[in-house]
């Protein structure tokens, strides 16, 4: 959205020319900064380019156009919608606030948004850094990135011109030759090197960068964090839900959702792809969510490929060793992620016993199936079937991966900071819990910007402040240094496979061992 040039101009000479900003909210801000080249014409599904600079001063106090992606009028009876208008394919920028352009050498935090890789944007006001930048002094960065079909398409085959991109996807990629895929991911890593290359002249460190992400922008932040060509850039990262238990496709498995998306695009060829008008391209993409979709699973019709070019391995694997082994990490997740996407739907809350069980067992076994619902039953007791298969969601996506993640650093001597947010809504009258996305706007500690959300209804404003205050000021310790502790905050151990440490932030907020270890255990892996 447009905001309105302050006062107060600065300017900035970069190589690739020179920016003029504004002060807002007593912080200086640059926005709509292009990180590559617009990928646009022959540069769809290309990796990102250098982008070619400007002449002359390039105004950045206005917004730039958001990747496209679908929109609803009036959004969603959750978030209130996650990325409005303007769209367009020349996407390829970021929003950088801090607090003074000098040579401070503050640290850094680059912040990637999630929306299940179609939605979202570097430039809502719910992500501004205005927060972290005044009350942390840092230099903060959000950024936009291919999304949808434009991101998040595997050409493959279907590339006429494959031998040229599969050239560049080999630069951009893990070191591999051929086509690759993951536009987003080539996106990213030109955005973090811009980063360093030029955050020095915003009054920022680039030898101190934490990078960010929640949901999908998790993942994002652990394939950057295990990159090679993003090794020695990043010094921490923060993971808010990375839906980590997503079984992420390769070339092969990938190319069948390539030929479904072709079909709906009426394409035969990635070349007449490229000839089509982007909304045509979004469109498209909302027929493979119909395509796609499975009863009591998350809808994901665009994912990451593990394509061995540029991503050759899953990103929580990316954690464990190799270019992330010194990473400090901190990973959390919400008490009832799932309720996000499927509490408010009539369908499931009509779910029953028998339709729940036959999902466990396609996790557990037909002969586990019935043991694993009655645990789920006793750990929320008066629970529905449509609860049941709730917890079941949230835990095979992001609690149990996540607590796999903490638990696999703790045992190679590399702990984590971990975290359960609790604090439900009574939001649609409590429904959602602590659902998906719901820490959000205690993280950033921004409410004014969160007005659009039906899901912060009714929260107490002194509860929602003080846990927003806690929080806050725990992610602004951690890029500062990698330990989350403040004086307002319980002690906070790190996560180790003695204490299993895990903080937990209600409206009590409480340091607690081992808070997930029922479904930790639940969902042992059997040894053979």
């Not at 996560?495 to 042992?524: C, Q």
């Amino acid at each position: 959205m447009p905001h309105p040039p302050g006062r107060d101009r600065t300017l900035v000479d970069l190589p690739a020319g020179r920016l003029s900003g504004a002060n807002e909210g007593g912080v200086t801000v640059f926005r709509a900064v292009p990180y590559a080249a617009a990928p646009v014409g022959d540069l769809r599904w290309r990796p990102a380019r250098p982008h070619p600079g400007w002449i002359g001063t390039r105004d950045a106090t206005v917004d730039g156009p958001s990747a496209p992606q679908m929109y609803v009028e009036g959004g969603d009876p959750v978030l209130g919608g996650h990325g409005s208008p303007p769209f367009d394919e020349d996407c390829l920028t970021l929003n950088l606030w801090t607090p003074a352009v000098d040579d401070a050498r503050r640290p850094v935090l680059v912040w990637i948004h999630g929306g299940g890789f179609v939605s979202g944007s570097g430039s809502l006001p719910g992500y501004s850094g205005e927060t972290f930048a005044r009350d942390g002094d840092l230099v903060v960065v959000s950024i936009n990135y291919r999304i949808g079909p434009l991101g998040y398409l595997y050409p493959g085959t279907y590339d006429a011109e494959e031998g040229e991109g599969g050239g560049e996807a080999g630069e951009a990629g893990e070191g591999g030759g051929g086509a690759g895929g993951n536009f987003w991911l080539g996106d990213q890593l030109a955005a973090l090197h811009w980063v360093k290359e030029n955050i020095a002249s915003f009054g920022g460190d680039p030898d101190c960068i934490t990078v960010a992400g929640q949901s999908g922008g998790a993942v994002s932040t652990a394939a950057l964090a295990g990159h090679p060509r993003a090794e020695g850039l990043i010094r921490r990262v923060i993971l808010q839900s990375p839906p980590f238990g997503l079984d992420l496709p390769g070339p092969a498995a990938y190319l069948e959702r390539t030929a479904a998306y072709l079909e709906l695009a009426g394409a035969a060829t990635m070349a007449e792809l490229r000839a089509l008008p982007w909304p045509e391209l979004i469109a498209a993409g909302g027929g493979l969510f119909a395509q796609t979709m499975r009863w009591g699973y998350w809808p994901t019709p665009f994912l990451p490929v593990i394509d061995g070019v540029t991503l050759a391995r899953h990103p929580a694997q990316a954690l464990l060793g190799g270019a992330a082994a010194d990473i400090d990490v901190m990973i959390g997740w919400t008490r009832e992620e799932a309720n996000f996407g499927f509490a408010l739907d009539d369908g499931y809350a009509a779910a029953t016993r028998e339709q729940v069980t036959d999902r466990i067992a396609q996790t557990f076994g037909s002969e586990a199936a019935e043991g694993v619902y009655a645990a789920y039953e006793r750990a929320r007791p008066g629970a529905r079937p449509a609860d049941v298969l709730m917890d079941l969601i949230t835990d095979e996506l992001f609690r149990v991966p996540a607590v796999r993640l903490a638990e696999a650093r703790a045992a190679a001597g590399r702990p984590v900071w971990a975290y359960q947010f609790d604090l439900p809504t009574p939001a649609h009258e409590g429904r959602l819990g602590a659902a998906h996305c719901l820490e959000l706007p205690f993280v950033f500690d921004n409410f004014d910007q969160w007005s659009h959300a039906p899901f912060l209804a009714g929260l107490a404003p002194a509860v929602r402040d003080g846990l927003a205050y806690a929080m806050h000021r725990a992610w602004i310790a951690f890029v500062r240094t990698g330990d989350p502790n403040h004086p307002d905050l319980p002690r906070w151990q790190p996560y180790d496979t003695e204490s299993r440490t895990t903080m937990r932030f209600d409206s009590v907020v409480t340091a607690l061992g081992d808070l997930a270890g029922a479904f930790r255990l639940l969902h042992r892996p059997v040894t053979p």
